[in-house]
């Protein structure tokens, strides 16, 4: 039987634990994403996630989830992340370095008690950390904001690495694999389930009617096509977000594997009975649906949810995202964010506007029609006919 959560009176705003608790049934995982999958309104989530980026923070306050244990450190001080802001201003409650120890003591959907910084089961403390505010959050940030030009050294060693590993795939598209969509000549939209996707989408849903462009979904980006209404046409990614209804929804498969082949998504989709296309890359997945879609020949490539500052591209915390940037140079000719497209894209003409149109068009033709000699020769005859139709009803009734 599921427990809900229960937050009982005496909590305030600044984070003080005086009598405050919050009960609910714990969840358990060490990958963030992984867990978003089966969490619930009230649950207390329990991760170990250095340094939590921005989407998984976004995942965690979209399932309602009303408390979040971390054993490691959300703000580790290497880089300002954003995830941490997100989940205090959104009210969920955070608490910061209890250590792995709770993952040996807590049992999935068991039910455990907030108090504090502190996590109970049965009454009992079997945890405890640093109780994150926004006061707290904000003085973090500032101070991991010294440490930005070390990983900003670090993110361009990784950058010249990834170049010499892979520079026949950014310059001259080797490795691409045969894929049967068809891009050539026509404008792409990739999307991924990050910052403000829905938003994006909606806003683009002009744009979508009018060029139908290939729609591609990175991971949980082919299931917020599916939420938003569209079909994906094609779905790239290394399948671990991803729901069996997106992948079985027709759209062909692309699955990112390892540079030396490995491909761990593609046992999902054998169990699927899904063909699949595997793609050897140490790219990001997003990176290889834009290498992908600008190899096959797209006029034009529109990103919905990916990385476009500074802040973002450091946000994901891992020497991957070097690719992100070196992608970004290949096809940067071709690719255009969804806030651009929004902006420079207007629809061609309103609802409103075009039943103004109509009405104006109408009234136009009425009035020629009754200040001409024609016109009004027609109005007679008319007239002549409704009078005649008007004495034959009286006849049946007289």
């Not at 705003?13 to 609910?24: A, T, Y």
């Not at 939590?52 to 959300?74: E, H, I, P, Q, Y």
């Not at 950014?170 to 050539?184: M, R, S």
Request: with cysteine.
């Amino acid at each position: 039987m599921r427990v809900p959560s229960l937050r009982l009176p005496g909590r305030n705003p600044e984070g003080d634990s005086g009598d405050d608790r919050l009960v609910g049934p714990a969840r358990l995982d060490r990958r963030t994403k992984r867990l978003c999958g089966r969490l619930e309104p009230g649950d207390i989530a329990v991760i170990d996630h250095v340094d939590l980026d921005r989407v998984a923070a976004d995942s965690l306050v979209a399932t309602g989830v009303a408390a979040v244990v971390n054993a490691a450190k959300s703000i580790s001080g290497r880089y300002p992340n954003l995830g941490p802001e997100v989940l205090v201003k959104a009210g969920v409650v955070l608490i910061d370095e209890v250590g792995e120890g709770i993952f040996d003591v807590v049992r999935e959907g068991k039910t455990a008690s907030i108090e504090g910084d502190r996590v109970l089961l049965g009454g009992e403390e079997v945890a405890s950390g640093t109780l994150q505010s926004e006061q707290s959050v904000a003085a973090d940030m500032e101070a991991a904001r010294e440490g930005l030009s070390v990983q900003l050294e670090a993110f361009a060693a990784n950058t010249m690495e990834y170049l010499k590993r892979e520079r026949e795939l950014l310059l001259d598209g080797v490795g691409v694999p045969e894929v049967k969509t068809d891009f050539n000549g026509r404008h792409a939209l990739v999307v991924i389930r990050g910052y403000n996707y829905k938003e994006d989408i909606d806003v683009l849903r002009p744009y979508i009617r009018e060029f139908k462009p290939v729609l591609v979904g990175v991971d949980g980006g082919a299931d917020a096509l599916l939420e938003a209404g569209y079909s994906p046409d094609m779905i790239v990614g290394d399948m671990d977000s991803v729901s069996d209804d997106a992948l079985r929804c027709g759209a062909e498969i692309v699955v990112h594997a390892y540079a030396d082949g490995r491909a761990p998504g593609m046992e999902r989709m054998d169990k699927l009975g899904v063909p699949a296309t595997p793609f050897p890359a140490a790219a990001t997945s997003e990176d290889i649906a834009m290498l992908l879609a600008d190899e096959k020949g797209a006029s034009l490539i529109c990103a919905v949810g990916t990385h476009v500052t500074m802040v973002e591209f450091l946000d994901k915390g891992r020497g991957g995202m070097a690719s992100t940037f070196l992608t970004r140079l290949r096809v940067g000719g071709k690719l255009v964010d969804a806030k651009g497209v929004s902006r420079l894209y207007r629809q061609d003409m309103s609802v409103s506007a075009l039943l103004l149109l109509i009405v104006s068009a109408l009234a136009a033709m009425a009035t020629a029609v009754a200040i001409s000699t024609v016109g009004r020769s027609f109005i007679d005859v008319i007239a002549d006919w409704w009078d005649g139709l008007l004495y034959q009803i009286q006849r049946l009734f007289s």
